[in-house]
T-cell receptor, first 115, second 116 residues
Framework: AQSVTQLGSHVSVSEGALVLLRCNYS??????LFWYVQYPNQGLQLLLK??????LVKGINGFEAEFKKSETSFHLTKPSAHMSDAAEYFC?????????????FGTGTLLAVQP | DAGVIQSPRHEVTEMGQEVTLRCKPI?????LFWYRQTMMRGLELLIY????????DSGMPEDRFSAKMPNASFSTLKIQPSEPRDSAVYFC??????????????FGPGTRLLVL
């Protein structure tokens, strides 16, 4: 069965520092992987997704993630954190086949950005 | 383009009352998902529909919960009777199905439910 594990429920960085949010997946088939962001009192918004094309995926707001099959990882990074990046981030894997795009979400990582 | 629309945005009710949450998916999307988010359990998929047909309702907690999708532009999630442990944020999401598992789900703003 497919699943994702997000290491670190809370991450704190200083403004301008590197952001690294970790996600490891488990899948018996080549996975499709997603990162979503949730700002306070809002719904989830797609940051980026891996769909078996390029292993380095660039998303919105300067975020990117690299798919590493050997490490079963899909970590999210951003070179320089902004205060506006403070939010909760969810990694997800798409399960099922055919027309199904059911998502299994990780437990989320709350990112705090210190001035 | 209007996104996924949910109503109401906030609902406060008393235990035992019926609660109905509503969702309008993005036009042209033929998959619809209902999620529940709590601090304790995170984000859980309750049920999803393809072309208005329920495909997987294994996440529905119990018989007090029911969901319908009478047409491509409307879905409801009903809780009857409601209990305090149902307090959560309920999200609706929609997507196309043409790309299968690689399609993006688009989320609504959520309904924050408090059952007293």
């Amino acid at each position: 069965a497919q699943s994702v594990t997000q290491l670190g429920s809370h991450v704190s960085v200083s403004e301008g520092a590197l952001v690294l949010l970790r996600c490891n997946y488990s899948s018996s088939v080549p996975p499709y992987l997603f990162w979503y962001v949730q700002y306070p009192n809002q719904g989830l918004q797609l940051l980026l997704k891996y769909t078996s094309a390029a292993t380095l995926v660039k998303g919105i707001n300067g975020f990117e993630a690299e798919f590493k099959k050997s490490e079963t990882s899909f970590h999210l990074t951003k070179p320089s954190a902004h205060m506006s990046d403070a939010a909760e981030y969810f990694c997800a894997v798409s399960v099922g086949g055919g027309a199904t795009n059911k998502l299994i979400f990780g437990t989320g990582t709350l990112l705090a950005v210190q001035p | 383009d209007a996104g996924v629309i949910q109503s109401p945005r906030h609902e406060v009710t008393e235990m035992g009352q019926e609660v109905t949450l509503r969702c309008k998916p993005i036009s042209g999307h033929n998959s619809l998902f209902w999620y529940r988010q709590t601090m304790m359990r995170g984000l859980e998929l309750l049920i999803y529909f393809n072309n208005n047909v329920p495909i997987d309702d294994s996440g529905m907690p119990e018989d007090r919960f029911s969901a319908k999708m009478p047409n491509a532009s409307f879905s409801t999630l009903k809780i009857q009777p409601s209990e305090p442990r149902d307090s959560a944020v309920y999200f609706c999401a929609s997507s196309r199905t043409s790309g299968g598992a690689r399609e993006t789900q688009y989320f609504g703003p959520g309904t924050r439910l408090l059952v007293l």
